[in-house]
């Protein structure tokens, strides 16, 4: 990000201020309708893609409304053109409803800067939204010339929001998996006695540099990539539940026996590593 704007950010108290409020609510609107909002925010987040939603649908309305500034451009005396151009406006619409909602779900896990950087790439976006709005019902109105030109303000507006947004996800981090560049050992790796491995407790240990998360349950021991996908939490400071780990900062949630996700935020899975105990040592390699 420009440095210049980022100091910017960081000095918007009113984000923090919006920002505290708007989580509670957002989460509170899942966590208050039980186990089917826990399957709605799941699905919401991508778990079901394997990857985030929210940019896949991010696509159509930049598409459509950059298809809107094209026709617009062409469409001087042309009634069929002006039609086209009000159905992509209106088509972004739609999906821009999708992707504001799968967007405000991802950000509701957030915390710190992501968070003040999310939920300004998320207001910019409303704004966007707002001013294609009245774009379309001032072209329905008979104002083309008056339509147009909050098309026009709104493409600047989406200009500026992918912009931040784009930000958020490759300069901060957010929504990336945290474990893509580590692929843990290629041969097993001897990592902790297995007489120190206590039953049904986390714990950490490290195969040459790559931190691995271990739980014994009775004759079975599993082992996890220790990093959350999700957000680089420690997953050693979980909860175990069943055959499963739960992660201590988000509550994503994987099955020990292959680090498939089962509860989000996180979509991708946990990489998870082949076990043997040799000579009364936990080995471990990457599967």
Same mark, same amino acid.
């Given at each position: 990000?420009?440095?210049? &704007?980022?100091?910017?950010?960081? /000095?918007?108290?009113? !984000?923090?201020? =919006? #920002?505290?409020? *708007?989580?509670?609510?957002?989460?509170?609107?899942?966590?208050?309708?039980?186990?089917?909002?826990?399957?709605?925010?799941?699905?919401?987040?991508?778990?079901?893609?394997?990857?985030?939603?929210?940019?896949?649908?991010?696509?159509?309305?930049?598409?459509?409304?950059?298809?809107?500034?094209?026709?617009?451009?062409?469409?001087?005396?042309?009634?069929?053109?002006?039609?086209?151009?009000?159905?992509?406006?209106?088509?972004?619409?739609?999906?821009?409803?999708?992707?504001?909602?799968?967007?405000?779900?991802?950000?509701?896990?957030?915390?710190?800067?992501?968070?003040?950087?999310?939920?300004?790439?998320?207001?910019?976006?409303?704004?966007?939204?707002?001013?294609?709005?009245?774009?379309?019902?001032?072209? &329905?109105?008979?104002?083309?010339? /008056?339509?147009?030109? !909050?098309?026009? =303000? #709104?493409?600047? *507006?989406?200009?500026?929001?992918?912009?931040?947004?784009?930000?958020?996800?490759?300069?901060?981090?957010?929504?990336?998996?945290?474990?893509?560049?580590?692929?843990?050992?290629?041969?097993?790796?001897?990592?902790?006695?297995?007489?120190?491995?206590?039953?049904?407790?986390?714990?950490?240990?490290?195969?040459?540099?790559?931190?691995?998360?271990?739980?014994?349950?009775?004759?079975?021991?599993?082992?996890?990539?220790?990093?959350?996908?999700?957000?680089?939490?420690?997953?050693?400071?979980?909860?175990?539940?069943?055959?499963?780990?739960?992660?201590?900062?988000?509550?994503?949630?994987?099955?020990?026996?292959?680090?498939?996700?089962?509860?989000?935020?996180?979509?991708?899975?946990?990489?998870?590593?082949?076990?043997?105990?040799?000579?009364?040592?936990?080995?471990?390699?990457?599967?």
């Amino acid at each position: 990000m420009i440095p210049a &704007l980022e100091k910017l950010i960081e /000095s918007q108290a009113w !984000l923090d201020t =919006l #920002g505290d409020p *708007l989580q509670k609510f957002v989460n509170s609107l899942f966590s208050n309708a039980g186990e089917g909002g826990k399957q709605a925010k799941n699905a919401l987040n991508g778990v079901w893609l394997g990857h985030p939603l929210h940019p896949v649908i991010t696509d159509v309305p930049v598409g459509a409304w950059t298809c809107t500034l094209v026709l617009d451009l062409a469409a001087s005396g042309h009634e069929e053109i002006q039609k086209a151009a009000d159905i992509t406006l209106a088509t972004g619409l739609l999906a821009a409803t999708g992707a504001a909602v799968t967007g405000f779900t991802d950000w509701s896990d957030t915390y710190g800067k992501e968070r003040k950087v999310g939920l300004l790439h998320g207001v910019t976006m409303l704004a966007t939204f707002t001013a294609y709005t009245f774009s379309l019902l001032a072209r &329905l109105a008979g104002a083309r010339k /008056s339509g147009v030109a !909050l098309s026009n =303000l #709104g493409y600047g *507006l989406l200009s500026a929001g992918a912009y931040i947004g784009g930000d958020e996800v490759y300069d901060i981090g957010y929504g990336v998996n945290h474990t893509a560049f580590d692929h843990g050992p290629g041969k097993y790796t001897a990592v902790m006695p297995e007489a120190d491995l206590p039953e049904g407790t986390p714990a950490k240990a490290m195969a040459g540099s790559t931190p691995v998360l271990l739980v014994k349950q009775g004759g079975d021991i599993y082992a996890l990539h220790d990093t959350c996908v999700h957000a680089g939490c420690s997953l050693a400071g979980g909860t175990v539940d069943g055959r499963s780990i739960i992660c201590p900062c988000h509550g994503s949630q994987y099955d020990l026996r292959d680090g498939h996700v089962i509860n989000g935020p996180a979509t991708m899975p946990e990489p998870h590593f082949e076990v043997r105990v040799r000579d009364g040592q936990i080995e471990v390699k990457a599967e």
